[in-house]
């Protein structure tokens, strides 16, 4: 069983989508804080983004936000959270983000939500981390997403031990018992930057 004090949530910052992907947003927000597991996201106070963190501090939790100083007006950085960390480009924010984390969740989002998806993907099939990530297919949002991977493994880009990175949730509901689940990472979180 994997001891996971805190997750990054990869998601959107658009704030007009379906209702369904704001519910995945505030359901995750008070999963994380019920379950006393920190939430690590991108510093954003708008969109999917905003109403995750919203949540999860409602119900008591711990939200780290990371965010560079180039977004911090454009996505609002949220002034509230348990600490907002401004960093000074999108690599050091992933990388942090990275680093603070013992596993990942990817709810619907837009093109960085996919680029930092497929980065943790990728980072994991590198071997440069082996953590828990969790792609939270709320109304089958990643399907498509899904059906590509397929396309690069039959086509010979990538081996059919891909298909073992990541785990396919259909609902927010199920990430606790997954990660309970989930084999201990050998490339633990960093607990001294917060």
Not at 10 to 15: E, H, K, M, T
Not at 46 to 67: K, N, R, S
Not at 89 to 109: C, N, V, W, Y
Not at 122 to 134: A, M, S, V, Y
Request: glycine share 12%; with cysteine.
């Amino acid at each position: 069983m994997a001891v996971i004090n805190r997750i990054c949530v990869y998601c959107g910052a658009a704030g007009d989508v379906d209702e369904s992907y704001r519910a995945a947003a505030i359901r995750m927000g008070s999963l994380l804080a019920e379950n006393r597991i920190g939430l690590v996201y991108g510093g954003g106070r708008v969109g999917l983004m905003g109403l995750m963190a919203d949540t999860a501090l409602a119900y008591g939790g711990e939200v780290v936000g990371i965010i560079p100083g180039h977004l911090h007006d454009r996505e609002i950085g949220h002034t509230g959270l348990t600490r907002l960390m401004v960093v000074g480009s999108m690599h050091e924010r992933k990388q942090t983000m990275f680093e603070l984390a013992d596993a990942f969740a990817i709810l619907p989002g837009g093109f960085g939500t996919l680029e930092e998806a497929l980065e943790c993907i990728t980072w994991r099939q590198l071997g440069l981390h082996d953590k828990p990530i969790f792609l939270i297919d709320v109304q089958d949002y990643w399907v498509p997403l899904l059906r590509l991977f397929e396309h690069v493994i039959d086509s010979g880009f990538a081996p059919l031990s891909t298909r073992t990175l990541f785990q396919v949730l259909p609902r927010v509901e199920e990430l606790p018992a997954a990660l309970a689940a989930a084999p201990q990472p050998t490339t633990p979180a960093k607990s001294g930057l917060v």
